[in-house]
């Protein structure tokens, strides 16, 4: 599964230690993955490597905007 964080609180989340930076990313992940309604921008993958793949293709300046598409997260 890949979910993603919006802007605002990937900058909260930055300005925490480790620890609690991984505990809300976590529960983030468990709200994402149990999300039925579409609140959250998250997808699901048979593989791993496809979940590396469209990571990797969001990250991307050049093709992020395009993978977001793909995935349904914006218009």
């Known amino acids: 599964m890949l979910f993603g964080v919006c802007t605002r609180c ?3 989340n ?3 230690p480790a620890g609690p930076r991984q505990k809300r990313l976590n529960a983030a992940g ?3 993955a149990s999300d039925t309604t579409g ?3 998250s997808a699901r993958f048979p593989a ?3 979940a590396h ?3 990797h293709l969001l990250g991307n300046p050049t093709t992020g905007r ?3 598409k793909a995935l349904g997260w914006i218009e």
């Open 39 to 41: 609140r959250y921008w």
């Open 53 to 55: 793949l469209a990571a």
């Open 48 to 50: 791993v490597g496809a």
């Open 10 to 12: 990937d900058q909260a």
């Open 14 to 16: 930055a300005r925490l």
């Open 66 to 68: 395009d993978a977001a």
């Open 30 to 32: 468990a709200l994402a």
